[in-house]
Protein backbone atom coordinates (compact mmCIF):
# COMPACT_ATOMS: atom_id res chain seq x y z
CA UNK A 1 0.00 0.00 0.00
CA UNK A 2 2.80 2.49 0.70
CA UNK A 3 4.00 3.25 -3.07
CA UNK A 4 -0.01 4.04 -3.99
CA UNK A 5 -0.51 6.75 -0.91
CA UNK A 6 2.07 9.16 -2.44
CA UNK A 7 0.13 8.95 -5.56
CA UNK A 8 -3.30 9.68 -4.55
CA UNK A 9 -1.42 12.55 -2.39
CA UNK A 10 0.60 14.36 -5.10
CA UNK A 11 -2.67 13.31 -7.28
CA UNK A 12 -5.09 15.23 -4.83
CA UNK A 13 -2.11 17.98 -4.59
CA UNK A 14 -1.67 18.72 -8.20
CA UNK A 15 -5.42 19.09 -8.86
CA UNK A 16 -5.57 21.78 -6.04
CA UNK A 17 -2.68 23.21 -7.63
CA UNK A 18 -4.49 23.18 -10.75
CA UNK A 19 -7.80 24.88 -9.39
CA UNK A 20 -5.36 27.95 -8.99
CA UNK A 21 -5.90 30.77 -11.49
CA UNK A 22 -2.56 31.03 -11.71
CA UNK A 23 -1.29 27.48 -12.33
CA UNK A 24 -4.04 27.30 -14.77
CA UNK A 25 -2.56 30.60 -16.78
CA UNK A 26 0.85 29.51 -16.83
CA UNK A 27 0.16 25.79 -18.36
CA UNK A 28 -1.74 27.84 -20.85
CA UNK A 29 1.06 30.23 -21.35
CA UNK A 30 3.28 27.42 -21.80
CA UNK A 31 1.49 25.65 -23.96
CA UNK A 32 1.22 28.39 -26.18
CA UNK A 33 4.62 29.03 -26.07
CA UNK A 34 5.56 25.26 -27.25
CA UNK A 35 3.33 25.61 -30.56
CA UNK A 36 4.87 28.43 -31.32
CA UNK A 37 8.45 27.15 -31.08
CA UNK A 38 7.25 23.63 -32.63
CA UNK A 39 5.53 25.81 -35.79
CA UNK A 40 8.18 27.42 -36.68
CA UNK A 41 11.05 24.37 -35.67
CA UNK A 42 8.95 22.11 -37.49
CA UNK A 43 5.69 23.64 -39.47
CA UNK A 44 5.17 20.29 -41.45
CA UNK A 45 4.85 17.87 -38.22
CA UNK A 46 3.13 20.44 -36.28
CA UNK A 47 0.41 20.55 -38.96
CA UNK A 48 0.41 16.79 -39.64
CA UNK A 49 -0.33 16.80 -35.88
CA UNK A 50 -3.29 18.79 -36.00
CA UNK A 51 -4.64 17.38 -39.24
CA UNK A 52 -4.14 14.33 -37.86
CA UNK A 53 -7.80 12.68 -37.74
CA UNK A 54 -9.37 9.95 -36.28
CA UNK A 55 -13.55 8.54 -35.34
CA UNK A 56 -16.00 7.29 -36.37
CA UNK A 57 -17.09 8.03 -39.89
CA UNK A 58 -20.26 6.44 -39.38
CA UNK A 59 -21.23 8.80 -36.28
CA UNK A 60 -19.81 11.48 -38.44
CA UNK A 61 -16.89 11.88 -35.86
CA UNK A 62 -13.87 11.57 -38.01
CA UNK A 63 -12.52 14.81 -37.06
CA UNK A 64 -9.44 15.86 -37.14
CA UNK A 65 -6.73 16.32 -33.83
CA UNK A 66 -7.68 20.44 -34.18
CA UNK A 67 -11.43 20.10 -34.50
CA UNK A 68 -11.57 17.36 -31.71
CA UNK A 69 -10.27 20.19 -29.10
CA UNK A 70 -12.68 23.09 -30.41
CA UNK A 71 -15.61 20.62 -30.33
CA UNK A 72 -15.02 18.23 -27.73
CA UNK A 73 -12.57 19.73 -25.29
CA UNK A 74 -13.85 22.85 -25.13
CA UNK A 75 -17.40 21.83 -24.00
CA UNK A 76 -15.81 20.56 -21.06
CA UNK A 77 -14.26 24.41 -20.73
CA UNK A 78 -17.33 25.88 -21.35
CA UNK A 79 -19.68 23.40 -18.97
CA UNK A 80 -17.59 25.16 -16.17
CA UNK A 81 -17.87 28.74 -17.68
CA UNK A 82 -21.86 27.65 -17.78
CA UNK A 83 -21.77 26.16 -14.05
CA UNK A 84 -19.90 29.52 -12.86
CA UNK A 85 -22.62 31.67 -14.80
CA UNK A 86 -25.41 29.63 -12.75
CA UNK A 87 -23.35 30.22 -9.58
CA UNK A 88 -22.91 34.05 -10.32
CA UNK A 89 -26.77 34.11 -10.76
CA UNK A 90 -27.66 32.75 -7.65
CA UNK A 91 -25.07 32.80 -5.56
CA UNK A 92 -22.89 36.04 -7.15
CA UNK A 93 -22.55 39.33 -7.98
CA UNK A 94 -25.29 38.72 -10.33
CA UNK A 95 -28.45 37.47 -7.99
CA UNK A 96 -28.08 41.34 -7.04
CA UNK A 97 -29.49 43.72 -10.07
CA UNK A 98 -27.92 46.92 -8.49
CA UNK A 99 -24.67 44.65 -7.55
CA UNK A 100 -24.93 43.25 -11.33
CA UNK A 101 -25.43 46.09 -13.22
CA UNK A 102 -22.25 47.75 -13.70
CA UNK A 103 -20.18 44.93 -14.63
CA UNK A 104 -23.43 43.74 -17.20
CA UNK A 105 -23.58 47.00 -18.86
CA UNK A 106 -19.70 47.23 -18.98
CA UNK A 107 -19.86 43.91 -20.64
CA UNK A 108 -22.36 44.32 -23.07
CA UNK A 109 -20.13 47.81 -24.15
CA UNK A 110 -17.57 45.51 -24.10
CA UNK A 111 -18.72 43.28 -26.97
CA UNK A 112 -19.98 46.20 -28.77
CA UNK A 113 -17.14 48.70 -29.00
CA UNK A 114 -14.75 46.26 -29.94
CA UNK A 115 -16.94 45.23 -32.93
CA UNK A 116 -17.36 48.76 -34.11
CA UNK A 117 -13.52 49.14 -34.09
CA UNK A 118 -13.34 46.31 -35.76
CA UNK A 119 -15.24 46.94 -38.67
CA UNK A 120 -13.47 50.47 -39.05
CA UNK A 121 -10.06 49.43 -39.10
CA UNK A 122 -11.18 46.43 -41.47
CA UNK A 123 -13.75 48.09 -43.41
CA UNK A 124 -13.41 46.83 -47.03
CA UNK A 125 -10.42 44.10 -46.56
CA UNK A 126 -11.70 41.09 -48.53
CA UNK A 127 -13.28 38.55 -45.92
CA UNK A 128 -13.68 41.01 -43.38
CA UNK A 129 -16.96 40.41 -42.18
CA UNK A 130 -16.59 37.38 -41.36
CA UNK A 131 -14.40 38.12 -37.95
CA UNK A 132 -16.61 40.60 -36.42
CA UNK A 133 -16.93 38.80 -33.54
CA UNK A 134 -13.01 37.85 -32.64
CA UNK A 135 -12.54 40.85 -30.33
CA UNK A 136 -15.99 40.50 -28.46
CA UNK A 137 -14.52 37.80 -25.89
CA UNK A 138 -12.47 38.12 -22.76
CA UNK A 139 -10.53 34.77 -21.64
CA UNK A 140 -11.96 34.29 -18.16
CA UNK A 141 -8.78 32.23 -16.93
CA UNK A 142 -6.05 34.38 -19.07
CA UNK A 143 -7.56 37.47 -17.60
CA UNK A 144 -7.69 36.48 -13.78
CA UNK A 145 -4.16 34.39 -13.85
CA UNK A 146 -2.75 37.79 -14.53
CA UNK A 147 -4.90 39.83 -12.01
CA UNK A 148 -3.52 37.01 -9.86
CA UNK A 149 -0.14 37.43 -10.11
CA UNK A 150 -0.05 40.84 -10.73
CA UNK A 151 -2.34 42.66 -8.06
CA UNK A 152 -3.50 40.09 -5.50
CA UNK A 153 -3.18 42.12 -2.97
CA UNK A 154 -5.96 44.78 -4.62
CA UNK A 155 -9.86 44.82 -3.71
CA UNK A 156 -11.87 41.58 -3.89
CA UNK A 157 -14.40 44.03 -5.82
CA UNK A 158 -12.14 44.56 -8.73
CA UNK A 159 -11.69 40.27 -9.07
CA UNK A 160 -15.43 40.10 -8.64
CA UNK A 161 -16.31 42.87 -11.16
CA UNK A 162 -13.49 41.08 -14.00
CA UNK A 163 -14.90 37.91 -13.45
CA UNK A 164 -18.57 38.92 -13.48
CA UNK A 165 -17.96 40.90 -16.52
CA UNK A 166 -15.77 38.10 -18.21
CA UNK A 167 -19.21 35.59 -17.02
CA UNK A 168 -21.25 37.54 -19.24
CA UNK A 169 -18.95 37.83 -21.75
CA UNK A 170 -18.96 34.29 -21.94
CA UNK A 171 -22.38 33.94 -22.39
CA UNK A 172 -22.84 36.74 -25.56
CA UNK A 173 -19.20 34.72 -26.95
CA UNK A 174 -21.75 31.32 -26.94
CA UNK A 175 -24.71 33.23 -28.42
CA UNK A 176 -22.67 34.27 -31.01
CA UNK A 177 -21.60 30.91 -31.51
CA UNK A 178 -24.82 29.18 -31.91
CA UNK A 179 -26.47 32.27 -33.57
CA UNK A 180 -24.30 33.42 -36.33
CA UNK A 181 -22.01 30.22 -37.06
CA UNK A 182 -24.34 27.70 -37.88
CA UNK A 183 -24.48 27.05 -41.47
CA UNK A 184 -26.28 23.96 -41.69
CA UNK A 185 -29.01 23.20 -39.15
CA UNK A 186 -30.33 19.53 -38.39
CA UNK A 187 -33.33 20.58 -36.63
CA UNK A 188 -34.39 17.04 -35.40
CA UNK A 189 -31.19 16.47 -33.94
CA UNK A 190 -30.97 19.73 -32.29
CA UNK A 191 -34.59 19.44 -30.68
CA UNK A 192 -33.32 15.53 -29.53
CA UNK A 193 -30.18 17.26 -27.52
CA UNK A 194 -32.69 20.23 -26.25
CA UNK A 195 -34.48 17.63 -24.57
CA UNK A 196 -31.67 15.52 -23.50
CA UNK A 197 -30.65 18.54 -22.35
CA UNK A 198 -34.13 19.41 -20.59
CA UNK A 199 -34.03 15.44 -19.25
CA UNK A 200 -30.71 16.69 -17.24
CA UNK A 201 -31.74 19.63 -15.62
CA UNK A 202 -35.27 17.68 -14.49
CA UNK A 203 -32.92 15.21 -12.91
CA UNK A 204 -31.05 17.76 -11.27
CA UNK A 205 -34.23 19.46 -9.86
CA UNK A 206 -35.43 15.61 -8.82
CA UNK A 207 -32.02 15.43 -6.49
CA UNK A 208 -31.26 12.56 -8.27
CA UNK A 209 -27.22 11.37 -8.06
CA UNK A 210 -24.87 9.23 -9.75
CA UNK A 211 -22.47 10.31 -12.12
CA UNK A 212 -23.51 6.91 -14.43
CA UNK A 213 -26.93 8.65 -15.27
CA UNK A 214 -25.58 12.06 -15.95
CA UNK A 215 -22.07 11.33 -18.20
CA UNK A 216 -24.22 9.20 -20.59
CA UNK A 217 -26.37 11.98 -20.62
CA UNK A 218 -24.32 14.41 -21.39
CA UNK A 219 -22.27 12.56 -24.28
CA UNK A 220 -25.47 12.11 -25.76
CA UNK A 221 -26.63 16.00 -25.30
CA UNK A 222 -22.76 16.93 -26.97
CA UNK A 223 -22.96 14.26 -29.92
CA UNK A 224 -27.02 15.42 -30.71
CA UNK A 225 -25.99 19.33 -30.57
CA UNK A 226 -22.30 18.56 -32.75
CA UNK A 227 -24.23 16.84 -35.88
CA UNK A 228 -26.83 19.43 -35.57
CA UNK A 229 -24.89 22.21 -36.78
CA UNK A 230 -24.57 24.10 -34.06
CA UNK A 231 -21.41 23.95 -32.33
CA UNK A 232 -21.06 21.27 -29.73
CA UNK A 233 -19.27 23.77 -26.80
CA UNK A 234 -23.28 25.23 -27.17
CA UNK A 235 -24.19 22.03 -25.11
CA UNK A 236 -21.42 22.37 -22.50
CA UNK A 237 -22.68 25.94 -21.22
CA UNK A 238 -26.62 24.84 -21.32
CA UNK A 239 -25.17 21.63 -19.10
CA UNK A 240 -23.20 23.70 -17.04
CA UNK A 241 -26.27 26.10 -16.97
CA UNK A 242 -28.75 23.02 -16.20
CA UNK A 243 -26.28 21.67 -13.20
CA UNK A 244 -28.32 22.16 -9.63
CA UNK A 245 -25.72 25.31 -7.59
CA UNK A 246 -28.32 25.00 -4.56
CA UNK A 247 -26.92 22.34 -1.62
CA UNK A 248 -29.40 20.18 0.07
CA UNK A 249 -29.53 20.43 4.17
CA UNK A 250 -28.10 16.70 4.17
CA UNK A 251 -25.73 17.62 1.04
CA UNK A 252 -21.79 19.17 1.77
CA UNK A 253 -21.55 20.65 -1.60
CA UNK A 254 -24.23 21.28 -4.11
CA UNK A 255 -23.84 19.00 -7.80
CA UNK A 256 -22.35 22.23 -9.44
CA UNK A 257 -19.83 23.12 -6.34
CA UNK A 258 -18.77 19.12 -7.32
CA UNK A 259 -18.76 19.28 -10.71
CA UNK A 260 -15.73 22.60 -10.30
CA UNK A 261 -14.28 20.80 -8.19
CA UNK A 262 -13.42 18.01 -9.74
CA UNK A 263 -13.87 19.00 -13.51
CA UNK A 264 -11.97 22.46 -13.34
CA UNK A 265 -8.44 21.02 -12.89
CA UNK A 266 -8.87 19.13 -15.66
CA UNK A 267 -10.18 21.84 -17.57
CA UNK A 268 -7.03 23.89 -16.29
CA UNK A 269 -4.40 21.08 -16.77
CA UNK A 270 -5.70 19.35 -19.91
CA UNK A 271 -8.43 20.77 -21.82
CA UNK A 272 -7.41 24.77 -22.17
CA UNK A 273 -3.82 23.55 -22.66
CA UNK A 274 -4.46 21.50 -25.47
CA UNK A 275 -6.38 23.74 -27.19
CA UNK A 276 -4.10 26.01 -26.57
CA UNK A 277 -1.09 24.26 -27.96
CA UNK A 278 -3.07 23.56 -30.94
CA UNK A 279 -4.33 26.30 -31.98
CA UNK A 280 -2.12 28.53 -31.58
CA UNK A 281 1.14 27.26 -33.63
CA UNK A 282 1.88 29.76 -36.31
CA UNK A 283 5.11 30.51 -38.29
CA UNK A 284 6.38 34.11 -36.98
CA UNK A 285 9.09 35.17 -39.75
CA UNK A 286 10.14 38.53 -39.79
CA UNK A 287 8.73 39.09 -43.21
CA UNK A 288 5.77 37.25 -43.14
CA UNK A 289 5.19 38.99 -39.77
CA UNK A 290 5.54 42.42 -41.21
CA UNK A 291 3.25 41.31 -43.50
CA UNK A 292 0.27 39.83 -41.03
CA UNK A 293 0.59 43.11 -38.80
CA UNK A 294 -0.09 44.92 -41.87
CA UNK A 295 -3.35 43.36 -42.85
CA UNK A 296 -6.21 45.34 -42.18
CA UNK A 297 -8.46 42.11 -40.79
CA UNK A 298 -5.54 41.36 -38.32
CA UNK A 299 -5.28 45.15 -37.09
CA UNK A 300 -8.60 45.19 -36.53
CA UNK A 301 -8.87 42.21 -34.05
CA UNK A 302 -5.66 43.71 -32.53
CA UNK A 303 -7.55 47.37 -32.44
CA UNK A 304 -10.83 45.56 -31.38
CA UNK A 305 -8.85 43.85 -28.54
CA UNK A 306 -6.70 46.28 -27.28
CA UNK A 307 -8.40 49.67 -27.62
CA UNK A 308 -12.12 48.43 -28.25
CA UNK A 309 -12.76 46.04 -24.81
CA UNK A 310 -10.95 49.16 -22.86
CA UNK A 311 -13.31 52.19 -24.46
CA UNK A 312 -15.96 49.55 -24.04
CA UNK A 313 -15.61 48.35 -20.70
CA UNK A 314 -14.21 51.50 -19.41
CA UNK A 315 -16.52 53.96 -21.00
CA UNK A 316 -19.91 51.29 -20.30
CA UNK A 317 -19.00 51.18 -16.92
CA UNK A 318 -17.99 54.72 -16.27
CA UNK A 319 -21.83 56.06 -18.41
CA UNK A 320 -23.43 53.06 -16.20
CA UNK A 321 -22.15 55.59 -12.80
CA UNK A 322 -22.40 58.97 -14.75
CA UNK A 323 -26.25 57.84 -15.52
CA UNK A 324 -27.22 55.97 -11.79
CA UNK A 325 -28.01 52.85 -13.73
CA UNK A 326 -25.08 51.80 -11.61
CA UNK A 327 -22.15 52.64 -8.70
CA UNK A 328 -18.69 51.85 -8.11
CA UNK A 329 -17.69 50.14 -4.73
CA UNK A 330 -16.78 52.29 -2.79
CA UNK A 331 -13.15 50.06 -2.47
CA UNK A 332 -12.43 50.91 -6.01
CA UNK A 333 -11.02 53.84 -8.24
CA UNK A 334 -11.81 54.83 -11.69
CA UNK A 335 -7.54 54.06 -12.08
CA UNK A 336 -8.24 50.38 -10.89
CA UNK A 337 -11.07 50.24 -13.52
CA UNK A 338 -8.95 51.43 -16.15
CA UNK A 339 -5.98 48.93 -15.23
CA UNK A 340 -8.83 46.40 -15.24
CA UNK A 341 -10.40 47.52 -18.54
CA UNK A 342 -7.79 47.14 -20.44
CA UNK A 343 -7.35 43.45 -19.03
CA UNK A 344 -10.39 42.50 -20.48
CA UNK A 345 -8.77 42.52 -23.99
CA UNK A 346 -7.47 39.34 -23.36
CA UNK A 347 -8.92 37.67 -25.70
CA UNK A 348 -7.10 34.13 -26.51
CA UNK A 349 -9.39 30.93 -25.66
CA UNK A 350 -13.13 31.97 -27.13
CA UNK A 351 -10.85 34.19 -29.75
CA UNK A 352 -8.91 31.77 -30.86
CA UNK A 353 -12.30 29.64 -31.07
CA UNK A 354 -14.35 32.31 -33.00
CA UNK A 355 -11.57 33.15 -35.48
CA UNK A 356 -11.35 28.98 -36.37
CA UNK A 357 -14.98 28.98 -36.74
CA UNK A 358 -14.75 32.58 -39.00
CA UNK A 359 -12.08 31.59 -41.06
CA UNK A 360 -11.99 27.63 -40.81
CA UNK A 361 -11.90 27.15 -44.88
CA UNK A 362 -8.77 29.32 -45.16
CA UNK A 363 -6.19 28.03 -43.29
CA UNK A 364 -3.77 31.27 -44.02
CA UNK A 365 -6.27 33.56 -42.45
CA UNK A 366 -6.74 31.34 -39.35
CA UNK A 367 -3.20 31.88 -39.12
CA UNK A 368 -2.91 35.86 -39.81
CA UNK A 369 -6.07 36.17 -37.01
CA UNK A 370 -4.68 33.81 -34.47
CA UNK A 371 -1.40 35.98 -34.76
CA UNK A 372 -3.74 38.92 -34.02
CA UNK A 373 -5.05 37.83 -30.85
CA UNK A 374 -1.70 36.44 -29.71
CA UNK A 375 -0.65 39.84 -30.34
CA UNK A 376 -3.42 41.80 -28.77
CA UNK A 377 -3.39 39.75 -25.67
CA UNK A 378 -0.07 39.87 -24.95
CA UNK A 379 -0.04 43.38 -25.47
CA UNK A 380 -2.88 43.80 -22.91
CA UNK A 381 -1.43 41.66 -20.45
CA UNK A 382 1.61 43.95 -20.43
CA UNK A 383 0.24 47.04 -20.63
CA UNK A 384 -2.18 46.22 -17.67
CA UNK A 385 0.30 44.51 -15.38
CA UNK A 386 1.98 47.72 -15.60
CA UNK A 387 -0.84 50.19 -14.49
CA UNK A 388 -1.73 47.14 -12.16
CA UNK A 389 1.28 47.13 -10.52
CA UNK A 390 1.07 51.10 -10.49
CA UNK A 391 -1.87 50.66 -8.60
CA UNK A 392 -0.64 48.27 -6.19
CA UNK A 393 2.53 50.55 -5.04
CA UNK A 394 -0.06 53.78 -5.04
CA UNK A 395 -2.34 51.87 -2.69
CA UNK A 396 0.66 50.18 -0.38
CA UNK A 397 2.37 54.02 0.18
CA UNK A 398 -1.17 54.81 0.64
CA UNK A 399 -1.32 52.67 3.63
CA UNK A 400 2.23 53.28 4.85
CA UNK A 401 1.41 57.26 4.89
CA UNK A 402 -1.71 56.50 7.16
Known amino acids: MWPFRPTVRYARQLAEALRAETVGGILMLLATVAALVWANVSNDSYEALRTATFGPEALHLHLTLSQWAQNGLLTIFFFIAGVEVKEEFVHGELSNLRSAALPILASVAGMIVPVLIYLAVSWGAPGAGRGWAIPTATDIAFALAVLAVTASSMPAALRAFLLTSAVVDDLGAITVIAVFFTEHLNLLALLAGAVIIALYGLLQAKR ?23 HATVAGVALGLMTRVHSDS ?14 RPVS ?14 VVLGVEGLGTILSDRVVLGVIAGLVVGKFLGVFGGAWLAVRLGLARLSEELHWRDMAAVSILAGIGFTVSLLIGN ?3 GDDPERVNMVTTGVLVASLTASVLATILLRVRVRHRLNAQDDV
Open 268 to 281: AGFVVPVFAFLSAG
Open 208 to 230: VRGLWIYLPLALVAWYLVEISGV
Open 250 to 263: REESSPGERADHYI
Open 357 to 359: LAY
